[in-house]
């Protein structure tokens, strides 16, 4: 089970999807070879470090004993390695300890800490969430006590939305928040699939949990965020007793063993409120949406770990008499090969729509005028849900097909192959259901200035096409997505004037709509960047674009006219239709 950090990948995606121009306009620190030696460096923790953790967490996992939660065997030394590297603050605020980079580049090292260790790297992404809500909302003491801890690492988040019974509903939630008088509040209650919700990798662990107070109005407008320190932080920063509130147990899951996912029991535990009151689940987005990039960016991750394993095997598999020359390996069977190219396809796609997603909230945050960054806050807005639930729903395909290419072996636990596609089944379910993030599309994102949004990207998207067309080696490609472009589009005004039942009922279809096509742009613009070259890596962009586009561009349009037709069967089926 080896792991090799895909460093090259990762630096000329980057370039594909405009981070060159981006630093070159709003990083005068940082230039092409700074971000070659980052992502060297971060590859290389993540293939020495982090990845030689990964089997031993699956097997041995994170304990749970006498009230107290033990990270899986090497995480707490390997965590403590990533904070000394300071690879926790590579874009967060300079104010507060950050180093100040760009979020695409904090998403690809990330990438490759998840790839390398999914499990662990659930941990620092928590807390990346947790630095955003309280840079953004947190009291003047919060920022000058808590935040810089967080931004260094020494100290974790985790973020505490769930109840029983409260999961995707948070309107349900009934943990309290009471008044103590002093000016903080006395918070009670039960939170559950709290991740990394306690551990022994850190000094401290800070839960941003969203709970009520006593007079607050029914449903969501009375919920409201708070911070509560597993040890209490006193006025001069040092840390005071340990807080009422504790783990009571931690699930036993399907994958991520290596992740303490924990039930957490507060018990008037001492707590500071987080912006306005009332305000908690508009201040949380910040932290979801922060961890809704991320988990996107898990299912790149995953996928690229199941790809490179399954090509090793691949490579080293003899099995029958094989059709095209590969020294007798079953990487000489087509359908073999055809797996893989798509597995490298479908991975490299995700991992450019994730990166552009970046790349546009760092443009969103530093561009010179208003227009701009209002423009492309939007694009973020609309790219998210893609990225979250498309690329996750692509970790699991990858990791299915990962476990196909192994053959019986796959289903056999000692090669690995089945820990990846167990792993990767998580992503597409937290950090709101992929259907959810599809509802988010459809609901708002789409409806965004009329549809104007989603407009916009599409004749992005057209310009490509055509750019295609103009390359012999690429015309099959630019003439594929512009039937998608424009299957997209015909989706797009179907759903702007089929509002309400009709539009959610075809919300999933949609998104994969939308993410198959935009994926096959990325790729098509990569083989763009490629062309001409005589590096048979480079040539490799265009292989992988035509793949793409014979095997899910060509689909596109039936995938259109399915979402537009189905909505009235999905309505007019009741649960007895289909019961046994």
């Not at 990270?71 to 967060?92: Q, R």
């Not at 490179?308 to 095209?324: D, H, N, S, V, Y």
């Not at 590096?535 to 793949?547: E, F, H, I, T």
Request: proline residues 4%; glycine residues 12%; aromatic residues 6%.
């Amino acid at each position: 089970m080896t792991f090799r950090a895909p460093v090259r990948d990762l630096a000329f995606a980057l370039s594909s999807v405009g981070h060159d121009a981006l630093i070159a306009r709003a990083y005068p620190d940082l230039d092409t070879g700074t971000v070659a030696a980052v992502l060297e460096a971060a590859g290389a923790f993540a293939t020495d470090v982090l990845a030689p953790l990964n089997r031993k967490g699956d097997t041995e996992g994170a304990r749970y004993e006498n009230g107290k939660v033990t990270a899986a065997p090497g995480f707490a030394d390997a965590y403590k390695a990533f904070v000394d590297g300071g690879w926790n603050s590579l874009s967060a605020d300079p104010d507060f300890g950050g180093q100040g980079l760009s979020k695409a580049m904090e998403l690809a090292v990330f990438e490759m800490v998840h790839a390398a260790n999914m499990a662990f790297g659930l941990c620092p992404m928590l807390t990346q969430g947790a630095i955003e809500a309280l840079a953004m909302h947190g009291t003047e003491r919060q920022k000058r006590l808590v935040l810089p801890k967080l931004v260094s690492g020494e100290w974790t988040g985790a973020m505490c939305l769930t109840e029983p019974q409260a999961g995707s509903d948070l309107a349900a939630l009934t943990a309290m928040a009471k008044p103590d008088g002093a000016g903080g509040y006395q918070l009670s209650g039960q939170k559950i699939f709290i991740t990394w919700g306690d551990h022994d990798a850190a000094d401290n662990i800070c839960h941003l949990i969203i709970a009520r107070t006593p007079d607050a109005p029914p449903g969501v407008k009375g919920i409201s965020l708070f911070l509560a320190s597993k040890f209490q932080v006193k006025d001069d920063g040092s840390l005071g007793p340990r807080n009422d509130f504790r783990p009571a147990s931690i699930e036993h899951k399907l994958g991520i063993h290596g992740s303490p996912t924990c039930v957490m029991l507060y018990e008037g535990a001492q707590a500071e409120l987080v912006g306005e009151l009332g305000q908690g689940l508009p201040h949380m987005f910040i932290m979801m949406n922060a961890a809704r990039l991320q988990v996107g960016v898990q299912g790149v991750a995953i996928a690229e770990r199941a790809f490179q394993q399954a090509l090793a095997f691949a490579q080293e598999r003899k099995q029958g008499r094989t059709t095209w020359d590969a020294d007798g390996t079953i990487y000489g069977h087509p359908d073999v090969r055809r797996m893989l190219i798509l597995m490298k396809a479908k991975t490299e796609a995700a991992r450019a729509i994730c990166l552009t997603t970046g790349v546009l909230a760092d443009i969103a945050r530093l561009a010179d005028s208003e227009e701009e960054r209002a423009a492309a806050r939007a694009r973020q807005e609309l790219l998210t849900p893609i990225a979250k639930a498309w690329s996750t729903d692509i970790g699991v395909e990858v990791a299915s097909l990962g476990v196909q290419v192994h053959g019986g072996m796959g289903f056999i636990e000692e090669t690995g192959a089945a820990q990846h596609y167990r792993d990767a089944r998580i992503a597409p379910i937290y950090e709101g259901t992929n259907g959810i993030q599809a509802i988010d599309l459809v609901g708002r994102k789409v409806a965004m200035e009329d549809g104007r949004v989603m407009g916009g990207l599409c004749a992005e998207l057209a310009l490509t096409a055509e750019s295609l067309t103009e390359i012999p080696e690429l015309a099959l490609v630019g003439r594929r997505l512009a039937a998608g472009v424009a299957a997209l589009e015909r989706a797009t005004e179907w759903l702007l004037a089929n509002r309400g039942a009709p539009s959610l009922a075809a919300a999933t279809p949609y998104l994969k709509l939308a993410g198959d096509v935009i994926g096959g742009a990325m790729l098509g613009r990569q083989a763009l960047a490629a062309a001409g070259s005589d590096d048979p890596w480079l040539k490799g962009k265009a292989a992988l674009a035509r793949v793409y586009a014979g095997q899910v561009l060509a689909q596109a349009g039936g995938l259109a006219d399915g979402l537009m037709d189905g909505a009235d069967d999905l309505e007019a089926t009741p649960a007895a239709a289909l019961a046994s």
